[in-house]
Nanobody, 129 residues
Framework: QVRLVESGGGSMQAGGSLTLRCRAS????????MGWFRQAPGKGREGVAS????????NYADSVEGRFTISYDGAENTLFLHISSLIREDTAMYYC??????????????????????WGQGTQVTVSS
């Protein structure tokens, strides 16, 4: 079973940017999906971005479209989430996850958390104005 470890969170000023990392314990098959999710204090978990590892197709929640970018580096077995123009509402625990079912390269991966079956422990992002 693959293990996922997130890093890169911290305390940031609004308007800034940061890149979160999710290192996998082994290479992720190109037929899988991976995603980023977040959970703000007192709220449910929200899917923000997903990526078809083989085809590169990205999917974003409407709330983050244009500010978040998901990517994967196969050489490092690492999933990234770049967040620009940070706002206070981005404050949350961020989790990466993998959906280890098999998909075609043109599949639009889900941003719903029930689709994912392997999770990291999370990294906290706090944005202040």
């Amino acid at each position: 079973q693959v293990r996922l470890v997130e890093s890169g969170g911290g305390s940031m000023q609004a308007g800034g940017s940061l890149t979160l990392r999710c290192r996998a314990s082994r290479a992720i098959d190109s037929r899988h999906c991976m995603g980023w999710f977040r959970q703000a204090p007192g709220k449910g978990r929200e899917g923000v971005a997903s990526l078809n590892i083989g085809g590169g197709r990205q999917n974003y929640a409407d709330s983050v479209e244009g500010r978040f970018t998901i990517s994967y580096d196969g050489a490092e077995n690492t999933l990234f989430l770049h967040i620009s123009s940070l706002i206070r509402e981005d404050t949350a625990m961020y989790y990466c996850a993998a959906d280890l079912r098999l998909y075609g390269s043109d599949t639009l991966c889900a941003v719903q958390d029930h689709a994912y079956n392997v999770w990291g422990q999370g990294t906290q992002v706090t944005v202040s104005s």
